[in-house]
Nanobody
Framework: QVQLVESGGGLVQAGGSLRLSCAASRRTFTSYTKGWFRQAPGKEREFVAAISRSGSSTYYADSVKGRFIISRDNAKNTVYLQMNSLKPEDTAVYYC?????????????????WGQGTQVTVSS
């Protein structure tokens, strides 16, 4: 069992930045591909970004490409999502997830573990 705990959400003005963190409970953190998803009110959960086990491969949704950066520190069992140039449409609850998949994946159904989510609100 892997427990994931997100932090770093909050209220920010459009154009601002936030960095989300996701800490994992197990030392086998490096065995999992990690991803970030988000869900806005009344909308389905959508993929944001993913990073491979080693951190050498990343993938982004088109809506955040060039603005968000996913990274991981395996020594600290933590994955990060640096969010820059935030827009009101980025407002959502952001979830960290982990999968045993060998490569990055955008499909929520392929992720085995999920955090509780952290709220990000971008004001115009």
């Amino acid at each position: 069992q892997v427990q994931l705990v997100e932090s770093g959400g909050g209220l920010v003005q459009a154009g601002g930045s936030l960095r989300l963190s996701c800490a994992a409970s197990r030392r086998t953190f490096t065995s999992y591909t990690k991803g970030w998803f988000r869900q806005a009110p009344g909308k389905e959960r959508e993929f944001v970004a993913a990073i491979s086990r080693s951190g050498s491969s990343t993938y982004y949704a088109d809506s955040v490409k060039g603005r968000f950066i996913i990274s991981r520190d395996n020594a600290k069992n933590t994955v990060y999502l640096q969010m820059n140039s935030l827009k009101p449409e980025d407002t959502a609850v952001y979830y960290c997830a982990a999968t045993r998949a060998n490569s990055v994946t955008t499909k929520a159904t392929q992720y085995d573990y999920w955090g509780q989510g952290t709220q990000v609100t971008v004001s115009s």
